[in-house]
């Protein structure tokens, strides 16, 4: 599997170094580098990754090692280059300037299909929308599942399995350094390739040590739902309320509120781009949470309509911005969104913004 996926990157690969060292996010300091010095900046910082989170990702996410070892030798490149890469992920999130993603999961009742559902928006640079792809795995030894994922990365940002799980995740404001530990994305695979239920997926994540903050959301066809709020050394589950499990980027258990970033924070002025300033941290997902209540309390239940609506939503004033969950911002955008049924083992995903939704369908192999 790594392979394919390491063939199909392979003639993508210069272009998306492009895309990395030209953004509006990328540091002046770094753009200096070129090309050429960004690869070798990474394949150092990846043969450190090998050797201080090895451990761990061998313990907790061995298939998702033989997977990025695939891609590596199929690529043709080092494969401390794709460890590089793939730890961008966890930079991301030590950096703090991701503001986005909403994770809706619904239990049965909720919800006008009769099973759960997580309704997904993932809000990321702008310039990685072309990026993003769906890739079907079929282990040898495992679960067959389909997942929502970027080239360079073994692990996934949302999936649905064989089994009837469901998997989507979310960034998180922690203050912890980071980690030597496993990123979430490849916990997200892992659990996607051994996990029949969310209870085993929560037994695998509270095992793990991760590399940075971040919250995954569950739901399986038995009509579990819940949301797993993580960081280096914390971990806590959270249930939904009312048959909704809402989760944006700000913890919600007291365990995990303890180490995040102040919600009064604001992006510091010399260590981001000029379009950050007076940008409070965690403004957008208290300007996504107050609109979600009033979207909410008055709906019993959700058909799939309703959760496009919902992801596709701008407001009272349709005026596209920072904190509509639909995002719009030079901060970053809505670049995927998708709707993932368990019950049924397929979502519908699309790439870009949700209020441009067109939707396609996929399965699992074998469903």
């Not at 890739?135 to 994922?149: A, C, H």
């Not at 596209?320 to 969950?325: A, D, K, L, N, R």
């Amino acid at each position: 599997m790594g392979g394919q996926q390491g063939e199909w990157l392979s003639p993508r690969f210069e272009k998306l170094f492009d895309s990395l060292l030209y953004s509006d996010l990328t540091p002046k300091w770094l753009k200096c580098l070129r090309v050429s010095g960004l690869k070798l900046l990474l394949t150092v910082h990846g043969v450190s990754v090998q050797e201080n989170h090895g451990r761990q990702i061998r313990a907790m996410a061995p298939r998702q090692l033989k997977r990025i070892q695939g891609m590596a030798h199929s690529a043709g490149r080092p494969l401390p280059l794709l460890f590089g890469l793939s730890s961008i992920e966890a930079r991301a999130a030590h950096f703090q300037f991701i503001l986005g993603c909403t994770s809706l999961g619904l239990s049965p009742e909720r919800a006008y299909m009769g099973q759960t559902a997580i309704a997904y928006n993932h809000d990321f640079p702008g310039f990685l929308r072309d990026y993003l792809f769906v890739r079907s795995s079929r282990p040898q030894q495992g679960i067959p599942s389909v997942q929502l994922t970027y080239p360079t990365l073994p692990g996934a940002i949302a999936g649905v399995n064989k089994a009837g799980l469901a998997v989507t995740l979310n960034h998180a404001f922690s203050t912890e350094p980071f980690n030597h530990g496993v990123p979430p994305t490849y916990l997200v695979q892992e659990a996607l390739d051994t996990c029949a239920n969310a209870d085993e997926a929560i037994d695998l994540f509270a095992q793990a040590i991760f590399s940075c903050g971040s919250m995954a959301t569950l739901a399986d066809a038995s009509g579990h739902v819940c949301a797993l709020e993580l960081s280096r050394q914390h971990f806590a589950v959270r249930y939904p309320e009312n048959g909704i499990s809402l989760t944006l980027n700000s913890y919600q258990t007291e365990t995990l509120q303890q180490i995040e970033v102040p919600q009064h924070a604001v992006f510091h002025p010399r260590k981001f781009p000029e379009f950050f300033r007076d940008i409070k941290v965690h403004g957008a997902s208290q300007t996504r949470r107050q609109r979600f209540e009033s979207l909410l309390q008055n709906k019993k239940k959700f058909s799939e309509t309703d959760l496009f609506d919902l992801l596709s939503d701008h407001g009272d004033e349709e005026t596209e911005g920072i904190g509509t969950i639909c995002r719009h911002h030079v901060t970053g955008d809505t670049i995927a969104h998708a709707v993932l049924l368990p019950e049924e083992r397929k979502f519908k995903v699309a790439r870009g913004f949700a209020c441009e939704a067109d939707y396609q369908e996929f399965t699992v192999p074998g469903c």
